[in-house]
């Protein structure tokens, strides 16, 4: 994800996202809570996701700063990573992501964000987490229609070009789909708004592993009316 983003944010919010069993294995279970704020020195955001199951799980901790200096969206996020191994142990380490929006003409953005950019090592094998890089585009059609293409670098890994679009089709329901190569995934989905908060469900297809669900909801606190 890139920090920046949080430039765009019109709202105060608060996200709690939900994957109890992709794929249909309950070890690969995935929580994910996050809270945004406006304030009048740019968007404050904190975060805190937890992966895996009672014998192995990470969690991961965020803060994320966010403002916009001459048309220019720049963010970070530093994430506090903590993996622990039942009868193993714990380790954890510090991660520092940075991101960056500009809109290059009328309705045509291009991001580009870095992960681990101080290639932070976790434990005492000092194994080196992964680094990776990514830009893209988006572009805004008649305000309903936006359509994204990001191109992904990580080392060791192939290559990860990816494309989406979302679809409002009012007011209160929009239409996503998508699809990246590294590994074949497509996914389709929906997201319904009411008054101040909104329901966001996908439908995800891997290669390999077949189908799986996830569920996101969001509460918006103030700020301008849509």
């Not at 189908?211 to 301008?224: C, D, I, N």
Request: aromatic share 12%; charged share 15%; net charge negative.
């Amino acid at each position: 994800s890139n920090a920046g983003a949080l430039c765009q944010l019109r709202r105060n919010q608060i996200s709690l996202f939900f994957s109890p069993q992709p794929f249909g294995f309950r070890e690969l279970s995935d929580v994910m809570a996050s809270c945004a704020v406006m304030t009048p020195c740019g968007v404050v955001g904190v975060g805190a996701r937890r992966f895996g199951f009672d014998l192995y799980h990470e969690f991961t901790g965020t803060i994320a700063y966010a403002n916009t200096l001459s048309g220019l969206r720049l963010g970070f996020s530093l994430n506090y990573y903590s993996l622990t191994i039942a009868h193993y142990g714990s380790a954890g380490t510090l991660g520092l992501d940075i991101g960056l929006q500009v809109e290059l003409i009328p309705r045509l953005s291009f991001g580009i964000s870095a992960r681990n950019v101080n290639s932070p090592a976790l434990g005492a094998a000092d194994e080196r987490l992964p680094q990776a890089f990514c830009a893209g585009l988006a572009l805004v059609l008649a305000d309903q229609l936006t359509v994204t293409c990001d191109y992904q670098r990580e080392p060791s890994v192939d290559d990860e070009p990816r494309c989406g679009f979302e679809f409002w089709i009012v007011k209160a329901l929009a239409f996503r789909g998508g699809f990246s190569t590294m590994p074949a995934q497509i996914a389709g989905g929906i997201g319904v708004r009411y008054s101040l908060i909104q329901l966001d469900y996908s439908l995800i297809s891997h290669q390999d592993l077949g189908w799986t669900h996830q569920v996101s909801l969001s509460l918006w606190l103030g700020g301008p009316d849509e």
